[in-house]
């Protein structure tokens, strides 16, 4: 059964910082490109970040861009988001997916972990 299971969501405050992991399990993830979503109150789920296999290409929104790295470990099948400087309109659940090549639509993801929420104050 393939698991994908955040954790680091919490409460932060604005300017602070907070360190996502993905834990992925069930199957390999050879070649899956692993992205990091994110869905606020009443809006529609969003694309944050996305890192290839290789670790070669790593794709960001504009939104976040200079303040969050993606990264990945493949030898421990995880997947991280380093946010800094955040702002309060980064609160949201944060969600990693998996996808068998590079995408960052949510609608073509494969595999989708339960979320992890993110708060930050003003």
Known sequence: ?????ESGGGLA????SLRL??????RTFVGYTMDWFRQAPGKEREFVAAKTWSGSHA???????GRF????DNTKNTLYLQMNSLEPEDTAVYYCAAAPR???????????????LVTVSS
Request: proline letters at 2%.
């Open 1 to 5: 059964q393939v698991q994908l299971v």
């Open 13 to 16: 405050q604005a300017g602070g």
């Open 21 to 26: 992991s993905c834990a992925a399990s069930g």
């Open 59 to 65: 794709v960001y929104a504009d939104s976040v861009k």
């Open 69 to 72: 790295t993606v990264s990945r």
């Open 102 to 116: 590079f995408a960052t639509t949510p609608g073509v993801m494969d595999y989708w972990g339960k979320g992890t």
